[in-house]
């Protein structure tokens, strides 16, 4: 019966276009958006129809646009989960209605076997690398360092963390002396980046900056300036993402360094589904995108040019 409903399902399925359920987190960074954008361009490409659902950054929407697509009757679901906890209990009801989930660009805590695959970056190695450009950059020099984590709960905020402590695991000449969320936002960003210049002796004290994306350092980019002090110079910038914007800073000599993530997290997935929907081929659990460090040696101003329209 199993195999003959699969079968049915797999034909259903093939009938007309794939219709796909995408819950996004919401539009929290330049970088979230232009995921939006080429999920939506692939979408197009490969005749799918797209259900999206902007969650505000808010769990509880993203579960209650799963279940609606579960009522609908979708023939795949496309997640990013905010925070890395509380998704048992719907990935198990997507399981029960034999609807494959795909996790893009963060991963959850959950049971591997209550989702299809996964499409995402190695979060603690673009932490490791960010960690490593420092030692490399401050070559010896004693260094207090700054960190923005990303969204509370989040598994880049905890994977980053991680990375970048072991990138600099062997500099004991490097410290990160304060470590606050900025919730992956330009606003909160610049905000707690406020605080730290005020508690670190108006930012004299501080030696870089380290932000889990681009947005928040941009945000801070924009509080060390104000406090009177050189971005890029007297407070070093590392981050991840690789924006446009991040490419302008670099250029102007504001910020340093950043670890590109790419945006297309759909094509892989939709590729696994395509490979699924024919004939049931199971995917890697795990399906990895590249990561690329950026400095201000690869000619930030022509990257921008480069980048600046694809959906950021
Ligand atoms: C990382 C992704 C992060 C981006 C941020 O995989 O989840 O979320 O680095 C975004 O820009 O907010």
Redesign the pocket.
Known sequence: LIAGSTALTLTAGLAAAQTVGFSQ?GS?????AAETTVTRQQAEERGIDLKFSDAQQKQENQIAALRSFIAQGVDAILV?PVVATGWDAVLEEAKEAEIPVVLL??MVDSDKELYLTAV??D?VEEGRVAGRWLVDEVAGAECRVVELQ??TG???AIDRKKGFEEGIAGADNIEIVRSQTGD?TRARGKEVMESFLQAENGGKDICALYA????MAVGAIQAIKEAGLKPGTDIKVVS??AVPDIFLAMAAGEANATVE?TPNMAGPAFDALAAYWKDGTMPEKFIQTESKLYTQADDPQAVYEQRKDLGY
């Not at 929290?28 to 979230?32: A, D, I, L």
């Open positions: 987190i929290e960074s330049g970088w979230r990013a660009d963060r995402g970056s979060l990303g969204t989040s598994s880049p992956f889990h994306n681009d947005d991840i993402d993530l």
